[in-house]
C-alpha cells in the first residue's frame, strides 16, 4: 500500500515477520544506543536515586576489581544461552543470515578470523556468531570457542559493559586480542576463534547499498599479533552487508565527512545519517532493510611465530591476506551478488 510516496507494510503481515522486525528494532536501538542509555541511567543512579545512589560506589569497586573481562569476556555457558535465545533467532531470520564455510579447521587450534566489510552496524558477522544453533554456526564450528571483539568503549561504560561481556563479546584492543590468542578454550571446547572486524567506525562511513569499499591496506595491527603468536589468520566476507542500509555519503574531504570524521574522533562512533527503513513503512527510518547476508569463511592462512617480527614480515603477510581476502570476494560474489561482474571490490588506504 502506497501513500503520498510512502509505502507503508500491508496489515495481513504474519506475526512470523513482526516478531522478526521488533527482535532486529531491539537489536538496532540497544548496540547504536546502549553506550548512550548506560550513560543516562548511570548519571540518574548517581544524582537522583538515594537507593542506588548507596550502591554506585560498590559497582565501582566492582568494576574496577572485573576489569580483565574485556580480555576474557564471560563463562561461554551465559554466552551459550544468549546465543541460542529466540530473540537471536528470529533477527537472524530477519534478513535472513547464512554462514557459509569453505574448507574445515584443524578443531584443536586458534584462530583470528578477519572480517569485511563492517557495514553499518555489522548485521551479518554478529548474528551469525550470536545466533549459532539459528543460522548452523555452532554445527560448522562446534568445538571451537567463538569471542568477537567489539569497542573498548564498551567495557567502559556501567552496566552496559556486563550486557556485553555477557553476549560474548572481548574488547579490541592488543592486550585483549593477545588473551584470546594465547591460552586455550574453556572446558567443553577443544579450539578459540577471535572475530575481529578492522574497518571499524572509519569504514562503515563508506557502506552504501551495492558498493563493497573497505578499509584494509593500512590495517596491519592484526597480522602482527597473528604473527606474534603464531595463529592462523581466517579471511571472512559478509555478501549483502552493505545493502542493510544507505546512508547521506559525505566523500572523502567533504566538509559533511570532516565533520564525521572529528565527531568520531571524539567518541570513538561513526555518526552515521542513516537511510533505512520503519517499523510500518519501507521508505524511511532506523531498521535494517530485509537483504538476504551471507557470510563467506575462507581457508586458513598459514603464520610462523615470530614474538618481535618486522616491518617487512608484517608487510609480507598482510599483502598475502588481502590476496587472499580479494580472491575469496572474487570466487564467491556471482553466488550472492546480482549483476555481479560490475560489483568490484575497492580497497581504500
Known amino acids: 500500500m502506497e501513500f503520498l510516496g510512502i509505502k507503508f507494510a500491508p496489515l495481513n503481515v504474519p ?89 574445515d579447521m584443524d578443531p584443536s587450534r586458534n584462530y583470528l578470523f578477519v572480517s ?19 543460522t548452523g554456526q555452532n554445527k560448522l564450528f562446534s568445538s571451537l570457542e567463538i569471542r568477537l571483539v567489539s569497542l573498548d568503549l564498551h567495557f567502559k561504560m556501567p552496566f552496559f559493559r556486563e550486557v556485553v561481556s555477557l553476549m ?18 574453556e572446558q567443553g571446547y577443544t579450539g578459540k576463534v577471535t572475530i575481529l572486524v578492522p574497518g571499524g567506525a572509519a569504514e562503515s562511513l563508506e557502506c552504501r547499498p551495492n558498493t563493497y569499499r573497505i578499509i584494509v591496506k593500512r590495517r596491519k595491527g592484526f597480522v602482527r599479533l597473528a604473527l606474534m603468536h603464531g595463529t592462523p589468520l581466517v579471511p ?26 572529528y565527531i568520531r574522533s571524539l567518541i570513538s562512533l561513526a555518526p552515521v545519517v542513516l537511510k533505512g527503513r520503519g517499523f510500518f ?8 532493510r530485509r537483504t538476504p547476508i551471507t557470510v563467506v569463511v575462507g581457508s586458513p592462512i598459514e603464520l610462523p611465530k ?22 575469496l570476494f572474487e570466487t564467491n560474489k556471482h553466488k550472492y551478488i546480482e549483476n555481479a561482474d560490475s560489483v568490484k571490490l575497492e580497497l581504500l588506504s
Not at 168 to 185: M, N, V
Request: net charge positive.
Open 15 to 103: 506475526l512470523k515477520r513482526r516478531l522478526e522486525t521488533l527482535a532486529v528494532a531491539i537489536w538496532v536501538i540497544f548496540i547504536a544506543f546502549g553506550d548512550f542509555w548506560a550513560s543516562l541511567f548511570t548519571v540518574y543512579a548517581i544524582f537522583y536515586s538515594p537507593t542506588l545512589r548507596f550502591f554506585m560506589p560498590l559497582y565501582y569497586l566492582w568494576m574496577y576489581y572485573d576489569c580483565n573481562a574485556r580480555n576474557t569476556g564471560s563463562s561461554m555457558r551465559w554466552v551459550r544461552l544468549f546465543r541460542n535465545c529466540t530473540w537471536m533467532r528470529y533477527l537472524s531470520n530477519y534478513f535472513p543470515v547464512k554462514v557459509v564455510k569453505t574448507t
Open 116 to 134: 569485511f566489510p563492517h557495514g553499518i552496524l555489522c548485521f551479518g558477522i554478529l548474528a551469525a556468531v550470536h545466533s549459532s544453533n539459528h
Open 168 to 185: 560474548g563479546f572481548i574488547g579490541s584492543d592488543a592486550e585483549s586480542i593477545s588473551y584470546q590468542l594465547s591460552t586455550k578454550p
Open 236 to 261: 571472512v566476507f559478509s555478501f549483502g552487508e552493505t545493502n542493510t542500509y544507505d546512508q547521506v555519503y559525505g566523500p572523502e574531504g567533504s566538509l559533511f565527512r570532516r565533520v564525521q570524521d
Open 281 to 288: 513503512q519501507y521508505n524511511f527510518g532506523i531498521l535494517p
Open 306 to 327: 615470530i614474538e618481535e617480527p618486522t616491518k617487512e614480515q608484517i608487510n609480507e603477510y598482510h599483502e598475502k591476506f588481502i590476496k587472499e581476502l580479494v580472491n
